[in-house]
């Protein structure tokens, strides 16, 4: 019983947790949550109008001083590996796909697996459920939430945890 109750123990210490919602739903806020201590924050978003300076602003000053952030807009991958030893928040698979689409870059969907499953410290990484709304309009919208769909599916099932968001309140769906 008791090596039962540290593997349970040992498991719980790394999970990977995915949150998923929609835009403006509360997921990286709930996401942030889930920290009590020093963690990185990986951020994708990259600051390319005032809105998006003015956002990364608020969001930097609401999580505090015991966060290290790391700026990687295309190289969550490699972010991932260097963060080894540190609990970690990757915000947001989203605009990892968007920023990699618009380079004309190949999305390393096997690469961040591979990184998820060689971290030993907890893990939450951030998404848009974008499968809900209205088909794009263009190729480009389609493309890109059919990509969203099949990135948020294969982290989902690499994930010990996957909650969704919805006005700010979280829903587990997995387990």
């Given at each position: 019983m008791k090596?039962?109750?540290?593997?349970?123990?040992?498991?719980?210490?790394?999970?990977?947790?995915?949150?998923?919602?929609?835009?403006?739903?509360?997921?990286?806020?709930?996401?942030?949550?889930l920290f009590d201590g020093p963690a990185v924050y990986i951020a994708t978003a990259e600051a390319s109008d005032a809105e998006m300076?003015?956002?990364?602003?608020?969001?930097?000053?609401?999580?505090?001083?015991?966060?290290?952030?790391?700026?990687?807009?295309?190289?969550?991958?490699?972010?991932?590996?260097?963060?080894?030893?540190?609990p970690v928040l990757a915000d947001c698979l989203t605009l990892w796909l968007s920023n990699t689409l618009a380079a004309?870059?190949?999305?390393?969907?096997?690469?961040?697996?591979?990184?998820?499953?060689?971290?030993?410290?907890p893990t939450v990484l951030v998404s848009n459920e974008t499968g809900m709304g209205l088909v794009p309009a263009t190729p480009l919208g389609r493309r890109f939430r059919e990509a969203q769909g099949r990135l948020n599916q294969e982290v989902a099932r690499a994930a010990d945890r996957v909650v969704f968001v919805a006005a700010g309140l979280p829903l587990a769906l997995k387990p």
């Open positions: 090596g039962a109750q540290n593997t349970v123990t040992r498991r719980r210490m790394i999970a990977t947790t995915l949150v998923l919602g929609g835009a403006a739903s509360g997921k990286s806020r709930y996401a942030e949550s300076v003015a956002r990364i602003a608020r969001h930097r000053a609401r999580r505090g001083t015991c966060w290290t952030t790391v700026e990687a807009p295309r190289c969550l991958p490699e972010a991932l590996k260097q963060a080894c030893d540190m004309g870059e190949e999305l390393q969907t096997g690469a961040l697996l591979e990184a998820l499953a060689r971290r030993r410290r």
